[in-house]
Nanobody, 124 residues
Framework: QVQLVESGGGLVQPGGSLRLSCAAS????????MGWYRQAPGKQREVVAT???????NYADSVKGRFTISRDNAKKMEYLQMNSLKPEDTAVYYC??????????????????WGQGTLVTVSS
């Protein structure tokens, strides 16, 4: 079983910054690509940014130049630094990870895991 726990959301004024963190926990697993997604009220969940295990990043056009995704492989954590926040960035942000899990009998399987979400509100 693998779990992701996000932290760092909150209320911020337009132009402000926030840093989200996501911690992966469990046993006998490795983390491959990680990502941040968001879902605004009344809208579908969308990808914000992704990062591979060797650090290759990808961003949604709407956040390029403002958001930075990073990760600490040793700690199995990922981060999202959000700068120059806009009201349209308001959403619940979810951490996502593609994991490889080794079962107690040595069986290997892939597992996609989601965090519970953290609310980011950008408002004056």
């Amino acid at each position: 079983q693998v779990q992701l726990v996000e932290s760092g959301g909150g209320l911020v004024q337009p132009g402000g910054s926030l840093r989200l963190s996501c911690a992966a926990s469990g046993s006998r697993f490795s983390v491959n690509t990680m990502g941040w997604y968001r879902q605004a009220p009344g809208k579908q969940r969308e990808v914000v940014a992704t990062i591979t295990s060797n650090g290759i990043t990808n961003y949604a056009d709407s956040v390029k130049g403002r958001f930075t995704i990073s990760r600490d492989n040793a700690k199995k954590m990922e981060y999202l630094q959000m700068n120059s926040l806009k009201p349209e960035d308001t959403a619940v942000y979810y951490c996502n990870a593609d994991c490889t899990v080794v079962g107690r009998w040595g069986d290997v399987r892939s597992l996609e895991v989601w965090g519970q979400g953290t609310l980011v509100t950008v408002s004056s």
